[in-house]
């Protein structure tokens, strides 16, 4: 496999894991109760805070997991995939990721859940912790800013999106769909550190 093709790959795996979509219907409601520069102040806030817990996450993570916390790897595959789990059950049972508050503050919304979890979630920092420990920096660096830039895009259009799918009816079809992916994500990670759980040959 070819390096670009590589990054094209880990693009589309990290931006699954971030769910774009999430976001929209969050978005498009504080759109119609908030002018729209405050809306897209929120929005960059919360990529830049996602940017820096990511990228801060590839460059120390693994040497904190193992040395400070002694955590190995295969673990926090395992919990983060139980975490994206319940999160897309959440959205294939009740139409949603995260229920929103009116009353919650705008500046709050872009720290949590916007920036962590929901951008720079358990799944995310997982996944990119280990595909810089996997395929270096370089491609796990490129990867992620690339799904962090097509994020940013969709949720800088939120409101127009929300709008659309409204006008179909399909918003909430579109949501227990990519919950019932999430949930395949999820299972698919934990999986994984089961599997490498197993062959660290550390078993009981």
């Known amino acids: 496999m070819s390096e670009l093709e590589a990054i094209g790959i880990n693009t589309l795996y990290i931006l699954a894991l971030i769910n774009p979509i999430s976001k929209v219907s ?118 992620v800013l690339l799904a962090l830039g097509i994020n940013h895009i969709i949720m800088m259009f939120s409101r127009e999106l929300g709008r659309l799918l409204d006008r179909f009816n399909i918003l909430g079809a579109i949501i227990r769909i990519t919950g019932l992916i999430v949930m395949t994500i999820g299972t698919q990670m934990a999986l994984d550190g089961i599997s490498a759980w197993i062959a660290s040959g550390k078993l009981l």
């Open 26 to 143: 969050i978005l498009a409601s504080l759109s119609l109760e908030r002018e729209d520069k405050r809306v897209r102040s929120l929005v960059a806030k919360s990529s830049v805070v996602a940017t820096g817990i990511l990228f801060g996450t590839m460059i120390v993570g693994d040497f904190l997991l193992r040395s400070v916390f002694r955590v190995d790897l295969y673990s926090l595959q395992l919990a983060g995939g139980i975490v994206v789990f319940l999160m897309g059950l959440n959205a294939l049972r009740h139409g949603r990721f995260f229920e929103h508050k009116p009353e919650t503050a705008i500046e709050d919304v872009a720290l949590v859940p916007l920036a962590c979890p929901m951008i720079a979630g358990p799944a995310t920092i997982a996944a990119c912790i280990s595909l810089s420990v996997h395929q270096g920096m370089a491609i796990a660096g490129v990867s």
